[in-house]
Nanobody, 123 residues
Framework: VQLVEFGGGLAQPGGSLSLSCAAS????????FGWYRQVSGKQRESVAT???????RYADAVKGRFTIAKGNVTDTIILQMDNLKPEDTAVYYC??????????????????WGRGTQVTVAS
């Protein structure tokens, strides 16, 4: 499963940015498809995720400001980031937990990551 991210860049505090991620390759579906972020020297953290069935899960730090949704193109997701804060500055990574098939009654899964895109929030 290959993931390619688009978007990111520089925004002022209170501004907005949008990220998108496109998946390609051989898979059946996704158990989860979403975004993580990482600041240099810190652990990568989950930001927003779409779960199988359509439910969305958000980190407390971004609730009410970020929205994750399926894109108009098949197997793409969009992260709309509003009211950005300097602490949102990080490298944002697309992540997918993809189902490749079913093997002996269990999902055959693969975890995939994009290369990351920089988001900087500064005045």
């Amino acid at each position: 499963v290959q993931l390619v991210e688009f978007g990111g860049g520089l925004a002022q505090p209170g501004g907005s940015l949008s990220l998108s991620c496109a998946a390609s390759g051989r898979y059946r579906s996704f158990l989860s498809f979403g975004w993580y972020r990482q600041v240099s020297g810190k652990q990568r953290e989950s930001v927003a995720t779409l779960l199988i069935g359509g439910a969305a899960r958000y980190a407390d730090a971004v609730k009410g400001r970020f929205t994750i949704a399926k894109g108009n193109v098949t197997d793409t997701i969009i992260l709309q980031m509003d009211n950005l804060k300097p602490e949102d500055t990080a490298v944002y990574y697309c992540h997918a937990d993809a189902i490749l098939g079913i093997n002996n009654g269990a999902f055959d899964r693969v975890q995939s990551w994009g290369r990351g895109t920089q988001v900087t929030v500064a005045s």
